[in-house]
């Protein structure tokens, strides 16, 4: 069973109040990892969510860590907006169209320009996995998922239509993917340096969005200069070798 710590954020101009809920990794049974970084875990995103919408004045608000002052443990005595109607900006993200109506979002966020680069390379990332999120999960168009009792026949059938129906969005919005991914990569070069705690996972990410660029070359030549040896790694190379530029799904 899925279990979360309550938490309730207040609107610093409005004074509406927001419930929310984080993951107890204790509780959590599956963990699903895939190539561009995203985790989920029994289902659920477990990056925190740092820009939050006001439901009830459409305010925007950064809020870096999920500590006081911004997030009470307290209950408030006043009405307060559920997890869903906020989180994700109320996009159904597990559709297709939420799925895009998230990718808008990130636009609105960088259109605004009032951020710093930290956030910018945030709001791209994000749209980078919403992106890849219409794609996600195309190994489960393989009959296998069906014929080995994974799912029923009614879910695989459903899941291929809403798969091969991302595909076609996916497809059709490739040249702003890759846009987003190029200002990505010089946003990495141009924050991170080898002084950096996160400049492995950094790199890997780069050599990751080289691939997907479909820059197989210039992903096999960082692949070259890295001198760790994992399960990721090889299924990266795999994946080059085989001009394969779409996301994959890693463990889980």
Known sequence: MIKFDTFYIQCPRCGSWMEGHLLISSMINQSILYSDGKILNDGYITE??????????????????????YISKTRPKETYYTWNSWRFYGAHFVSNKGRMALVKHYKNFLNNGNYNIEQEIYFRRLMWWAFNDLVRNRHQLNIDCYTSKEMSFKV?????????????????????????????????????????????SVNLDIIE????????????????????????????????????????????
């Open 48 to 69: 925190n969510q740092k820009m939050i919408i006001c439901p009830a004045c459409s305010h925007w608000s950064w809020v870096e860590k999920y500590e006081v002052p």
């Open 156 to 200: 695989w059938y459903r899941n291929r239509k809403k798969i091969k129906e991302g595909m076609a969005v996916f497809k059709k919005c490739h040249d702003y993917f890759k846009e987003n991914l190029r200002i990505l990569i010089d946003l990495y070069k141009l924050r991170y340096t080898p002084d950096d705690e996160e400049y492995e």
């Open 209 to 252: 969005i080289y691939r997907q660029l479909g820059e197989f070359e210039k992903a096999k030549e960082l692949l070259s200069q890295t001198t760790r040896r994992t399960h990721f790694i090889s299924m990266i190379e795999r994946k080059v070798e085989e001009r394969d530029d779409l996301v994959f799904l890693v463990s889980g």
